[in-house]
């Protein structure tokens, strides 16, 4: 009795269907396999979190945290001890515990990077990453630092750390202890933010007057502004020198509308100043730029820093925003208007 065997062409057609199958289950394997370890990291994750809880929890026990707690992971355990932490260790990265028992979170397993920033409620799965670590933390005096919440700035918009902040932006501002101002965004360049508070400050304000002047009886002898606005600034910065908070800066006032209308103006060490023309000139289509002005009761209008002459040579009235209007004009020693805080914070 003669045995068949199986041909070359059979062989061959059984070889290329396990390919096939091949090439179709390893890479669903692969995936099964990835989605797991995925799975597991992220139990770990949340499994680090939960021990930063009950750490936060007994230490309220204790009479509470006394500073932030910085635990850091390595393969083979956890520095400092007293976080009870069940399961795998990442192989590296960080969890940091504020005193009001918010945490952050940065670990890596080599191929995934996990992160958790204080107000996030949920974790961040990062497939793709150059570094794994927590954000450094904000500066004094930078914008991130100071913004706060409240019923004006719902949420801290993300652009105070990363992207760019679009004009209109709220931003609630904690410009000395205690003392939260609301503000909106007028330009964002360079990581410098530039911000005008929603309001006027303090009282009504002349652009100029006759103390500062030296201009006598106000009327004809104050006609002319060619010393810059020095009242309105005098005011303002008299209005926000107690805002400990926002970095003293060197302003230097310059006049618009012609150069040599007055002489450029160096303010030292101050942490406000005005509104100039052109900034006010890219503002004005927004209603916001008019928050908290009406013409039906005080203040109508806040000046800018800019003067205005009809004749080009003569000095004679300076530049304001008014509620609904364009930048228009004004007698400078009208003391009708306001001024309104400007400031500018780094990112």
């Known amino acids: 009795m003669k045995r068949k065997g199986f041909t070359l062409i059979e062989l061959l057609a059984v070889i290329v269907i396990l390919a096939i199958i091949a ?8 995936n099964i396999i990835s989605e797991a370890r995925k799975s597991a990291f992220e139990d770990t994750a949340y499994g680090i979190i939960s021990a930063g809880e009950m750490y936060y929890a007994q230490a309220l026990l204790d ?6 707690t910085t635990f850091a992971f390595i393969e083979d355990g956890v520095s400092p001890s007293g976080l009870n932490l069940k399961g795998t260790t990442p192989k590296s990265g960080s969890m940091k515990i504020t005193i009001d028992g ?3 979170l940065a670990i890596t397993n080599g191929t995934l990077c996990i992160k958790k920033e204080y107000d996030d409620s949920d974790i ?3 497939e793709e990453f150059e570094i794994c670590e927590l954000l450094s933390e904000p500066q004094p005096g930078s914008l991130a630092y100071l913004a706060k919440t409240n019923e004006f700035a719902e949420s801290i918009a993300p652009c105070a750390t990363s992207g ?3 004009p209109g932006t709220k931003f609630a501002i904690e410009v000395a202890p205690d003392n939260i101002q609301n503000f909106y965004v007028i330009s964002d360049l360079d ?3 530039t911000l005008i508070m929603d309001r006027n400050i303090g009282d009504l304000i002349a652009w100029i007057s006759e103390p500062d002047y030296g201009c006598g009886e106000v009327g004809y002898k104050c006609s002319k502004n060619d010393k810059g606005p020095i009242t309105a600034l005098n005011y303002l910065e008299s209005q926000t020198k107690e805002w400990t908070n926002i970095p003293a800066k060197t302003y230097i006032v310059q006049d618009e509308n012609n150069p040599k209308l007055y002489p450029d103006i160096e303010r030292v060490g101050v942490r406000t100043r005005m509104i100039t023309r052109d900034e006010a000139n890219v503002i004005i289509s927004n ?3 008019y928050d ?3 013409y039906d009761v005080k203040p109508y209008c806040y000046w800018t820093s800019t003067a205005y002459t009809f004749s080009g040579e003569a000095p004679d009235d300076a530049q304001l925003v008014c509620s609904g209007s364009v930048v228009s004009n004004a007698i400078h020693f009208n003391n009708r208007y306001g001024v309104r805080p400007v400031i500018e914070l780094s990112k």
């Open 23 to 30: 090439l179709i289950a390893v890479p669903v394997i692969m």
């Open 63 to 68: 009479g509470g945290m006394k500073e932030e």
């Open 102 to 104: 918010k945490i952050a």
């Open 124 to 126: 961040e799965i990062l």
């Open 164 to 166: 760019k902040c679009e």
């Open 191 to 193: 990581n410098i933010v």
């Open 287 to 289: 209603e916001w730029a």
């Open 292 to 294: 908290n002005l009406s």
